[in-house]
């Protein structure tokens, strides 16, 4: 993986990604019902192995994820909830995180062809909602998420809600002040994660996989609908 989708509104995260060596792909600019998440990289894409899901309206993200990936475009987003969450899914290894009922069609069909196992949980920003560290380990503060991943395989590190920027909003989530690149085993954070009441608790559970942490600036941490690596 050496390309990062990710929205543009704070500059800093996309300058030092290419410090170490990824191509930015700016998320697009939508309508949206909040205003914040008009450029939210996580509502607009979903990445499940060789297929990328992407919202219609989204041309120029089309037409670059074509290089790598057969793209299937994706319909039916009003930019209000929960119908704006229709790609906001976690996925790890052969499973499917997310609100089914919300999930695209498309990408459903996609996980019952392909034997992936999707599991319901009632956040519909499940992918905003998770930090993935590791193919099979996740950190979230949802606790929806908590239980509903509790009989499976998968490890969960609660952590508490807040400390993490989203402008426009009280608070924002730490999977979208973040990133995980399975390639290179390694988190990046869109802030200071040591500025995090649970740093660290979260230093140890990546330390546990193996799992590299990259802060992308010393500030506080800023939800920014996450990076999605390709």
Do not use: W
Not at 24 to 45: F, G, K, N, V, W
Not at 82 to 102: H, M
Not at 149 to 176: K, N
């Amino acid at each position: 993986m050496n390309k990062a989708i990710l929205s543009t509104k704070y500059p800093q995260f996309a300058t030092k990604l290419r410090k170490y060596g990824y191509k930015i792909i700016p998320s697009e600019t939508i309508p949206c019902h909040m205003p914040y998440e008009r450029d939210h990289a996580d509502l607009q894409c979903l990445i499940l192995d060789h297929t990328a899901f992407v919202l219609s309206r989204c041309k120029r993200l089309i037409k670059v994820l074509s290089r790598d990936y057969q793209v299937i475009p994706c319909g039916g987003f009003s930019g209000k909830y929960p119908d704006n969450t229709f790609l906001s899914a976690v996925y790890c290894e052969n499973i499917l995180i997310g609100r089914i009922a919300s999930l695209d069609e498309k990408a459903k069909e996609y996980c019952r062809k392909n034997d992936i196992k999707l599991i319901n949980v009632n956040q519909g920003y499940a992918k905003c909602s998770c930090v993935s560290v590791a193919d099979d380990a996740i950190i979230t503060a949802d606790n929806g998420i908590i239980h509903a991943l509790q009989d499976t395989e998968m490890d969960v590190l609660p952590i508490g809600e807040g400390s993490v920027r989203l402008e426009g909003a009280p608070y924002g989530f730490l999977g979208g002040a973040s990133g995980y690149d399975c390639d290179t085993r390694t988190v990046y954070f869109c802030g200071d994660i040591d500025r995090h009441p649970d740093a660290d608790r979260i230093r140890d559970f990546c330390k546990k996989y193996d799992t590299k942490i990259i802060c992308l600036s010393k500030d506080m941490l800023t939800d920014i609908g996450g990076i999605i690596f390709c």
